[in-house]
């Protein structure tokens, strides 16, 4: 199989085994959360707000700086950067790393979400999660010697299974890795991933049963087309929030860098820090602790009201960007659910009456917030309508929910580079919004299609030595990106590639790489991109 590659019942059965796998680190993630945070407020998620606005003010602020601490020492001892690792990682890692993900730094992320959701952190499970999975599978690609598409579809089976195992959500979990992840919906591709999806869930009912993560309330319903022109102008305010969300994370995150250069702070006292706001936050509003769940129960049943839900959404925005901001930690899922649920209801108390004879509930407009916030911070508008349906088990209201996720989406795209993951990568210099053409020539080194001064039509080494006297050369190491922009600036038919070790005044001269070469080598890149999307 490490020669030849796994056949197609052998991948099955691998994909079915990390299925397993990955839906077993969930299950144990979500448990893992559940304990330390009765250990520590002494309720899980499902009262968690409750509970933690009757404990002394001193217990709410001191946990999260604890958490903070400990997490930063994690991240400081096992990660190169002091960042965690989330489903931002899990994209690049499919696009350029041939389906794999850091390891170590997977792991460190993984335990420092773990303390953060635990510890008055205000994010989601879901990041952290699929980036464990992704670990489980690039154990697995590297002790098979998996290819790329391979390495990839492995990557999406993880994904698929951890989210599936998270949430209770066969078809989306499914849906997310090759809509999100691997970003094509491949035929060959979905087989394995279905299997893997389909392990997860199974996972979490062995657990968990067979219930929905949020009961609605029985009455009411939408008044169809009547009341659709509302559910289109929730989609468009629900992206303007979703855009607020994504950017209030993006300034947090370059002010906390700011504040951390021009203090000299310890990259492992960042998150105490962000823990000593969170804390001071929770004090008055301790529904911003956790992953949020019995808050978003409380909108999408109706308890709470106008002013409140605006002011629990604000907060809950600021929550989460001290949290990503100051490198505590975990998902944006999540803290999606419970922004859109707030915006959602207070949309749909104002619409509800306004116009009360043509409108139903306004747990609707929650339920279709909900879905429109998180479909537009995820970018994934298919799989983010499908997990709230089965999430909440209500297919009756699929066309408010789809009206206000296509509006929503269709808004915050523009307005950010198509979600908060492409955003992040853009952000670090990785373009993968733009398509294979905009990203491809960075995976491919010179150093692979160079000729070397042996080959038989090599540059003229005369030419060459001419060329780096004026400054026109390139590393071995650069990549085709690169020498595309040089090309085109010079308008040089080769471009020399040197080698300069330490110590020695003269570079090394390789050889050179060919226009004609570099132009054939991204047209390949293109085609085998274009042939696994469409096989």
């Known amino acids: 199989m490490r020669k030849r590659g796994p056949s197609q019942i052998q991948f099955w059965f691998i994909a079915l085994a990390i299925g397993i796998g990955a839906g077993v680190a969930a299950l144990a993630f979500?448990?893992?959360?559940?304990?330390?945070?009765?250990?520590?407020?002494?309720?899980?998620?499902?009262?968690?707000?409750?509970?933690?606005?009757?404990?002394?003010?001193?217990?709410?602020?001191?946990?999260?700086?604890?958490?903070?601490?400990?997490?930063?020492?994690?991240?400081?001892?096992?990660?190169?950067?002091?960042?965690?690792?989330?489903?931002?990682?899990?994209?690049?890692?499919?696009?350029?790393?041939?389906?794999?993900?850091?390891?170590?730094?997977?792991?460190?992320?993984?335990?420092?979400?773990?303390?953060?959701?635990s510890s008055g952190g205000s994010s989601g499970r879901e990041g952290p999660v699929v980036h464990l999975a992704a670990v489980i599978s690039t154990w697995v690609s590297n002790r098979i010697n998996a290819n790329g598409i391979t390495g990839r579809d492995l990557l999406g089976c993880a994904v698929a299974a951890a989210v599936s195992a998270s949430f209770n959500?066969?078809?989306?979990?499914?849906?997310?890795?090759?809509?999100?992840?691997?970003?094509?919906?491949?035929?060959?591709?979905?087989?394995?991933?279905?299997?893997?999806?389909?392990?997860?869930?199974?996972?979490?009912?062995?657990?968990?049963?067979?219930?929905?993560?949020?009961?609605?309330?029985?009455?009411?319903?939408?008044?169809?087309?009547?009341?659709?022109?509302?559910?289109?102008?929730?989609?468009?305010?629900?992206?303007?929030?979703?855009?607020?969300?994504?950017?209030?994370?993006?300034?947090?995150?370059?002010?906390?860098?700011?504040?951390q250069k021009a203090l000299c702070i310890p990259r492992y006292l960042r998150p105490m820090l962000a823990g000593a706001v969170l804390g001071a936050i929770a004090i008055p509003f301790p529904h911003i602790i956790g992953v949020g769940y019995e808050t978003t129960s409380a909108a999408l049943t109706g308890q709470i009201g106008l002013g409140a839900a605006v002011l629990y959404a604000v907060v809950k925005v600021v929550a989460v960007a001290v949290t990503m901001g100051g490198r505590m930690g975990g998902g944006m899922f999540?803290?999606?659910?419970?922004?859109g649920a707030l915006t959602g209801l207070a949309f749909g108390l104002i619409a509800t009456s306004v116009l009360?004879?043509?409108?139903?509930?306004?747990?609707?407009?929650?339920?279709?917030?909900?879905?429109?916030?998180?479909?537009?911070?995820?970018?994934?508008?298919?799989?983010?309508?499908l997990?709230?349906?089965?999430?909440t088990?209500?297919?009756?209201?699929?066309?408010?929910?789809?009206?206000?996720?296509?509006?929503?989406?269709?808004?915050?795209?523009?307005?950010?580079?198509?979600?908060?993951?492409?955003?992040?990568?853009?952000?670090?210099?990785?373009?993968?919004?733009?398509?294979?053409?905009?990203?491809?020539?960075?995976?491919?080194?010179?150093?692979a299609i160079l000729r070397g001064m042996d080959h038989?039509?090599?540059?003229?080494?005369?030419?060459?030595?001419?060329?780096?006297?004026?400054?026109?050369?390139?590393?071995?190491?650069?990549?085709?990106?690169?020498a595309l922009r040089t090309f085109e600036a010079t308008g040089a038919d080769f471009i020399p590639i040197i080698r300069k070790s330490p110590g020695e005044d003269e570079p090394e001269l390789l050889g050179a790489v060919f226009q004609t070469d570099a132009l054939r080598a991204y047209a390949k890149a293109l085609a085998d991109t274009a042939a696994e999307e469409h096989s």
């Not at 965690?84 to 041939?98: Q, S």
């Not at 038989?456 to 690169?482: K, S, Y």
Request: proline share 4%; charged share 15%.
């Open 30 to 117: 979500r448990k893992g959360i559940s304990a330390l945070q009765t250990f520590l407020y002494g309720s899980d998620d499902l009262r968690l707000a409750s509970v933690a606005g009757e404990l002394p003010w001193w217990w709410v602020l001191a946990v999260p700086i604890l958490g903070g601490l400990v997490v930063g020492l994690i991240l400081d001892r096992f990660t190169p950067d002091g960042r965690v690792r989330a489903v931002a990682d899990v994209i690049e890692g499919a696009a350029l790393n041939a389906g794999r993900v850091e390891r170590r730094a997977g792991l460190a992320s993984a335990a420092a979400s773990l303390i953060t959701l």
């Open 169 to 259: 959500a066969p078809i989306a979990g499914a849906i997310f890795a090759l809509e999100v992840v691997l970003r094509h919906f491949a035929v060959h591709a979905f087989a394995p991933i279905a299997i893997a999806s389909v392990a997860g869930t199974v996972i979490n009912r062995l657990e968990f049963g067979g219930v929905t993560e949020f009961m609605l309330p029985g009455e009411g319903g939408l008044a169809f087309y009547a009341e659709l022109p509302a559910f289109l102008l929730l989609g468009l305010v629900s992206g303007l929030v979703a855009v607020a969300l994504m950017k209030s994370v993006i300034f947090a995150e370059d002010v906390g860098n700011s504040v």
């Open 334 to 339: 999540s803290p999606a659910l419970v922004v």
């Open 356 to 385: 009360p004879e043509v409108s139903g509930a306004e747990t609707i407009y929650a339920l279709a917030g909900m879905g429109a916030v998180a479909a537009a911070v995820l970018g994934a508008p298919i799989s983010t309508t």
């Open 387 to 391: 997990i709230v349906f089965e999430l």
């Open 393 to 447: 088990g209500d297919w009756e209201t699929g066309l408010a929910v789809m009206t206000a996720v296509s509006l929503s989406t269709a808004l915050a795209s523009r307005l950010v580079d198509r979600s908060f993951f492409l955003t992040q990568l853009e952000r670090r210099g990785v373009h993968l919004a733009a398509g294979p053409q905009a990203y491809l020539a960075d995976t491919i080194r010179l150093s």
């Open 456 to 482: 038989r039509r090599a540059a003229p080494e005369a030419v060459c030595r001419e060329m780096i006297g004026e400054g026109t050369m390139l590393g071995e190491n650069q990549t085709l990106e690169t």
